[in-house]
């Protein structure tokens, strides 16, 4: 997805190094109140599931005091144009995340929390090697380094997929057609081959009648040390696309698992990014989810109106 409104808002590092001093974001450093500090609130640009910057899932990570009115993180969201922000504060319980896409809150999200795990771990706790985020809506999650990757252990998607019929109507939408089509909270279109998840166009729109209000992910087996394969599409949520997705692992890690009967994936996202993603099933039923990160910029962000407390 585009960078324009982010790179406005900020300078980038060279490479992967981090910036030094601060930035306005809006107009003037003058607004003051819930997770604001005079010197403006930190944010910081990482790219997840990769260890090259401008590549992999790009995801804003803002530290918080106390939460901003929704109305706010969700115009900062949208304003970054990024398929996910996360927002963080330690409270007395720990650590707390939120998550906004451009259009929304959503309850759980996969490579903005790897960004964020990574950005503690570096800048906030170096010398822990597990923390735990409390959500308001997922449970706790738990992640760990992993020598230079981070690894969150997520829940299983409680919602089993189901064989169905496969819309006449795919084909056009996608330009190939699956060998399978499946539905839970998702659609799960399975294809032969990574050549043919690789060859998709996709015409999918908010409107797109059979995918029926759902989000539409699309898999195949990997070949050599990649176990499958997939792209994930999002445009309810303003994501045409998403470069490389943690979440949707909650499905497909189990889903591959009865497939292969195996417990350990190594797997590769053929989106135009690219990424590459570690995960597995435990004996628990919850899915680990893993992979590295790199930060390639920080600043401050200045909010110029009046925020009273959101909660």
Known sequence: MNRRNMMNAMVACPGAAALV???SAC?????????????????FLYDSFTTSPFSGNPAPVVVLDAWLPVPLMQAFATEMNQSEVAFVLKGPAGWQIRWFTPAKEVPLNGHATLSAAALIFEKYEPSARELVFQTTSSGPLGVSRN???????FPRDDDPVRVADIPAEIEADLGVRPAEFWVNKRNVLVFRNAEEVRAIR???TKSTAWAKGKHVMVTA?????VDYVLRYFAPLLDIPEDPVTGVVHCTLAPFW???????????RQLSARGGDVATGVQANGRVLIGGPCVRYAEGRLHIAQAMGRDR
């Open 221 to 225: 087996p990997g070949t050599g040390d």
């Open 257 to 267: 698992a009865r497939r292969l009967g195996k417990n350990s994936f190594k797997v």
């Open 21 to 23: 001093g601060g930035l």
């Open 27 to 43: 107009a003037t450093p003058s607004g003051q109140g819930a997770g604001t500090a005079g010197d403006g609130v930190p944010f």
């Open 202 to 204: 996709s015409r999918l």
């Open 147 to 153: 020598g230079t990757s981070y690894l969150m252990d």
